[in-house]
């Protein structure tokens, strides 16, 4: 061989390149002649004498020394960085033909591009912590005709001194590339490259030529503020026969990916630290609700079933999801807005590793967590048991001229059902609409570009649709934009809306005690909520004038103060004892008995007897039972809170700060316990209570989607259709269930 002995250093090329056309093959004749030269010729470290310089590790020289070698310039994100700073990579090529001639050196440009791009963005992809990527179809064919010849590269970095440092090669093809920063061990790394096969494709017969499938270069983040390490290059080649490309008529296509990546290693530590922090704050808070819900729910004595086990798992849901889904957005917001807003450099980007792999799996767990929590939410919503006590007393005895007898006046029950349906209206009650959220949403992104900040590269004011988002930019705009966007309505509801001209829930509470009516709500075993709406005035069933005559007294004090037991508090959290849940269950079950009983025997009268059932249209006498229960019931409440009950005591407490904020569950041996509280204490069982949990779902549902389609209308649209369902679904079963535990046939609630 003319090279064996080094001095022939265009034959020694032109072996180097065959063994490159091999794809390094150490099997390959040509890539046992090359490395038989390069021992003979052993040079500076890896480095042969006068034979091309292929492989890292041939002659025992550190690849992973070159790897964490610096480049020797301050960066900086600046359009004009100050001097001593460099804004580019120092990246150039030398440029060999197939014969091992050297033709040029040529700074690294659009060399391994193939896809189109504008003229003034060919070499974006050069600026310093732009996260570049470009994806195409190209026709092969004419790729090909375009060359006469195969070129080959080695390609350099130009250190501050005016060195080339030697950028190492991996070729795909012939390992697998693990996603990680550091050098894996089993990896080997080359020096030269070549692009398009157009030698192999030379002459008769069948020839498989090999092209480009992506390009790929890897640039890490040194620990030291604005220093990079010497980049690596990753290349994948795909084989097809040359007759195979020429017979097709229009062309062999195939796809093409030219990506720069920017990785950071002290980004890593920090999220790994902030990850375990919040998964063990959620953990905790999942554990502090779980016995919270124990406290609540469990009574000395009972034993902890398979109930038991799934709400332990569904509290340990609601704390966890909401701490992840704060660690995503925290750490979105940081890449945001330190990536965006910064001249020198501090961080960069990932797009890939082990920090992109784990952002991914957590974002895409919360979302599952967050949509488990709220179907489990609305589930509980719709099971929670309402009954409303009519304080209303008759007004005398009427005389009847069918019956001899006097009669008690009936009280109206039209005042129960007014009141039934504004509490049915209040289940789907919420602060934000969210509609105008998603249409301004999708303004704020497509209309003014906004989208187009969460493009992987410093450029804030760059808002030009070229190329893709990243999910840790994507992610924190769109959750910025919306809960900007929600929060700003619940000020304006809350500063303006809410004071000044309507609130529905003062609204719904002055309701209750204008119809002398008052509720009490059961959400769990042996907790609940009591808004005491007993009437200050004489009756409530009366004209308006009447009613316009006692607000008048009621603004004037002349009457006394609407609160409970001696209280200015009308609103109250209940913690009942065991023995006073079991009486109102008993009594509710035998309602609920006796109502199933009744429609049984209606559904056989109207079988056999259907005409003069309906001609009657006078209730059965199972009927009468049914009503004579309910108003059992609703007498047992009135006896009760009147304290007329001595069975069943109860007290009216305050709790202290630290308790209240807890929610901690008070003694409950002896009597049942009433917490004062405010105007928004049962919110939790209505569909505002759960606005928040709603706002961050529809935040993630909305990031999964645009992510996955690459559109954020079609999130919009999603998110749309899942809340019209999701609120259907609570109207729906929200009244039935209000039908079905205050006794009020669900066709008054209209």
Partial sequence: MKCDDGENQTACQMLGNLCVLQLYDENSPACIAYKEAAKKNVGKSDRPNNVPYLFHGLLGGSVSELLNTKMGYHFSYADNPISGYNNTLPLIVAKYDFNGTFVRYEKLTDQFQLCSEEANRSFLFTRVGTNYKKKCTVNIADEIDKLDTTYFYDIFVVDSNNALLPVPVFIKNNEIEYFNSAVNPIQKYYRRIFFFDVISSQGSGSHIIRYPKQFQIKVTQDITVDEFLIPYVTIEYEEEYMTNIYDEEDGYFTKYKFEVNYISTSSETTFFIAMVFMLTLGFMLGCLKAYLW?????????????????????????????????????????????????????????????????????????????????????????????????????????????????????VSVWRTFFVANQWNNLQTFRKVNIKFSIILMVFLLEGLNLRYIAAPHPKIGDLKAHEPTSIFLLFGLNCLCWFSICCVQMFIRWAIYGRYYKNRMLQFIDLLSLSNISLIIFDENYHGFYVHGRSVHPYADTDIVDIAHNLSKEATDLLPKRGFQNTNNILFEVYMTPEFKNVYENMFSNIQEKVLNSKKRQSLTKRFNHHQNQSHGMPSFDEDHVLNAYKGMNKFFCLWLEKNIKDHPFSIEERTFVKNIFGTTPPIKDATVFIEKSSSAFNNVIYEGIEWSLLIFYSLLFNFVDMFFDDCITAAIVVTVVDVLLLAIRKHFGELNISRTSLIDWKFLI
């Fill in 294 to 410: 124990t406290e609540r729910n469990i009574v000395s004595g009972e034993g902890i079933g398979l109930k038991c086990l799934f709400k332990w798992i569904t509290e340990w849901i609601k704390a966890l999801y909401p701490c992840i889904f704060l660690f995503l957005l925290g750490t979105s917001i940081f890449y945001l807005i330190f990536f965006k807003n910064q001249d020198a450099i501090y961080v960069v980007v990932p797009v890939q590793g082990a920090l992109y792999i784990l952002f991914k799996v957590f974002f895409i767990v919360t979302f599952g967590l967050s949509l488990i929590s709220i179907l489990t939410r609305l589930i509980e919503q719709c099971r929670v048991s309402v009954f409303f006590i009519d304080w209303e007393k008759s007004r005398g005895k009427l005389y009847s001229p069918t019956n001899e007898e006097l009669i008690t006046a009936p």
